[in-house]
């Protein structure tokens, strides 16, 4: 009996959700901004759509298009800039090593030239 009565309430919460606008949120990792585009609804597929039902999804449709379009266009910026952001303190440790092994080079002729010199 208990389990009728949370399958009812399973079905009965999934209904009211289908009816209203769901928003789809995947978890985002701390600092990022989630997603917020609201989701068309759809009608059963066992309804038929009048023509007004089909102009507002169709609107509806593009609405959501646009907004993740402008969402991971925005994502899209911020990785661009982390991945310059990567790419400077990469090439900036690259020219600190080869910095590094010339002087490392140059430290070992100067002590080779100072034993072959007789010092």
């Known amino acids: 009996m208990k389990k009728l009565f949370a399958l009812g309430l399973l079905l009965s919460s999934a209904t009211a959700s289908a009816q209203t606008p769901a928003t789809v949120s995947a ?6 901004a989630p997603m917020s585009c609201p989701r068309p609804v759809l009608l059963p597929p066992t309804k038929a759509m009048s023509k007004k039902e089909s102009e507002k999804l169709n609107t509806d449709n593009k609405s959501f298009q646009d907004c993740v379009k402008v969402y991971v266009g ?3 910026a911020v990785v661009d800039e982390h991945n310059a952001i990567s790419k ?7 020219a600190a090593q080869s910095e590094f092994n010339a002087y490392v080079t ?3 002729a100067n002590l080779a ?7």
């Open 113 to 119: 030239a100072r034993e072959k010199a007789g010092e």
């Open 106 to 108: 140059e430290l070992n």
């Open 88 to 94: 400077a303190h990469a090439d900036a440790a690259v």
């Open 27 to 32: 978890p985002a990792p701390a600092g990022v």
């Open 74 to 76: 925005a994502r899209k």
